[in-house]
């Protein structure tokens, strides 16, 4: 099975640093999502990376899918409280259902 | 823009009591899903759904059943409730094609009791 691994498990910071979250998986992604939860709340889609090399970003949060497809970043420049909650990486290895890793919390503090 | 909708968003069971979580979906979406959230341990998957009168079991689906009678609504039905559990249960759906989404509800916190 497919085993995704995250880090940090949580994160502090003040709010305008920067920040990166690594998940890394067991096996070959043939795709990655990475999701963002606030506490006490539902996932919320964040970005899908299919292809080794790619990035994408959407306001100040850009995610990368290394050249081999085995581990994924997730990069926040200048943070805001409301980046604050936990973000999941999930995989699809079986083309119905998602793994997900552990999550990784972060607060961010004035 | 409803989207998933799980119904209750809380609950306290005594031990050895039945319910029935629902989930439903406006999307029109063929797959779906039941996860169980327990705290600093991701998300694992109890069971899903490809399309109506079609389910399979998950990584953990020991104490749950589901069905899939209408496309819109997949329930989750926990029998004789245990202390384990207890936890925040996520419906999810997504579409047809490759590496679409997973569309989540907001959750139901289910604590036994």
């Known amino acids: 099975s497919q085993e995704l691994e995250q880090s940090p498990q949580s994160l502090i910071v003040q709010e305008g640093k920067n920040l990166t979250i690594n998940c890394t998986s067991s096996?070959?992604?043939?795709?990655l999502y990475w999701y963002k939860q606030k506490y006490g709340e539902g996932l919320i889609f964040l970005m899908m990376?299919?292809?080794?090399?790619e990035e994408k970003s959407h306001e100040k949060i850009t995610a990368k899918l290394d050249e081999k497809k085995q581990q994924s970043s997730l990069h926040i420049t200048a943070s805001q409280p409301s980046h604050a909650g936990i973000y999941l990486c999930?995989?699809?290895?079986?083309?119905?259902?998602?793994?997900f890793g552990k999550g990784t919390s972060l607060l961010v503090t004035p | 823009n409803a989207g998933v909708t799980q119904t209750p968003k809380f609950r306290i069971l005594k031990i050895g009591q039945s319910m029935t979580l629902q989930c439903t979906q406006d999307?029109?979406?063929?797959?779906m899903y039941w996860y169980r959230q327990d705290p600093g341990m991701g998300l694992k998957l109890i069971y899903y759904?490809?399309?109506?009168?079609?389910?399979d079991k998950g990584e953990v689906p020991n104490g749950y059943n589901v069905s899939r009678s209408t496309t819109e609504d997949f329930p989750l039905r926990l029998e004789l409730a245990a202390p384990s559990q207890t936890s925040v249960y996520f419906c999810?759906?997504?579409?047809?094609?490759?590496?679409?989404?997973?569309?989540f509800g907001d959750g139901t916190r289910l604590s036994i009791l």
């Open positions: 999930g995989a699809d290895p079986s083309g119905y259902a998602l793994n």
């Open positions: 759904s490809v399309g109506a009168g079609i389910t």
């Open positions: 999307m029109n979406h063929n797959y």
């Open positions: 999810a759906s997504r579409g047809e094609g490759d590496n679409q989404p997973q569309h």
């Open positions: 990376l299919q292809k080794g090399g």
């Open positions: 096996k070959t992604l043939y795709g």
